[in-house]
Every structure is written in structure tokens, then in C-alpha cells.
């Protein structure tokens, strides 16, 4: 049953806020990919591009191996790129908020926001695997 309900949501979470905003991760990461230096950028945007699209039924969770590297590159992408995304994710979010059926997926938006301010050193896993070992 609750594979159903995250198959439910994340199809109308698609077409009311997944494609647009992953439309935003991509013109992102295409950006990074651009500039060469970035790409790590490019690639974590790309990854939660991915997220974004399908979220129900995964989780976001922290890399054990992630260090300083990883805090200092989350500083450059949120002066880059990470205040633009989650001002898509609040806007996006105010708007599925006007209905009582958008409100859980508005909910789903805001919870995103972190990994969108830091997303190095993460990893997206599925929701049953977080206690899993990584």
C-alpha cells in the first residue's frame, strides 16, 4: 500500500511542481558543466534534479566520507546557484499550499530545501534504506 501512495504522489507531484523544478537543477548543472571547474556542482544538480522529479519514497541522507571540501563547496553553490533554487522551491511551495490537496506536496517542497543549500555530501537513498549501512 505504501508503494501505491508514493507512486500516486510523485505522479501528481510531477506534474504540478517536479518537472519545473528539475527543469531549474538542469539549467544549473548545465551551467557547472560549462565552466568546467564546476562540475561536481553539475553533477550533484543533476543528482537532485533526479530527486526532485520522483521524491516520495526516497530520502536524503549524509556521506560518512564527506569532509571540509564538501562544506566549503556547499558555501560556493549556495551563493551560485542554491538561493535561486530554493526561492523556485518556496514559490512553488505557496502555490501547492492554496489547496488542500497540494499542502502535503508543499510540505514535500519545503523539505527539499536543504539538500537544495548543500548538496555535496549527500546521497539520495531509498526511504526503507536509510538505516541500511552505507
Known amino acids: 500500500m505504501k508503494s501505491v501512495l508514493n507512486v500516486i504522489l510523485n505522479v501528481v507531484w510531477l506534474v504540478l511542481a517536479g518537472i519545473p523544478l528539475a527543469l531549474g537543477y538542469v539549467a544549473a548543472g548545465l551551467i557547472c558543466f560549462v565552466l568546467i571547474v564546476t562540475i561536481p556542482w553539475g553533477v550533484a544538480s543533476f543528482r ?10 526516497r530520502t536524503v541522507v549524509d556521506k560518512p566520507s564527506a569532509g571540509l571540501g564538501s562544506a566549503l563547496g556547499n558555501v560556493v553553490w549556495i551563493l551560485v546557484a542554491g538561493i535561486w533554487l530554493v526561492i523556485g522551491h518556496i514559490a512553488t511551495a505557496i502555490g501547492l499550499a492554496v489547496t488542500i490537496v497540494g499542502i502535503p506536496l508543499a510540505i514535500a517542497n519545503i523539505k527539499i530545501i536543504p539538500v537544495t543549500l548543500a548538496p555535496l555530501g549527500k546521497r539520495i537513498v531509498p526511504s526503507d534504506a536509510v538505516f541500511a549501512r552505507w
Not at 537532485?48 to 519514497?57: M, S
Open 48 to 57: 537532485i534534479a533526479n530527486y526532485v522529479l520522483w521524491p516520495f519514497g
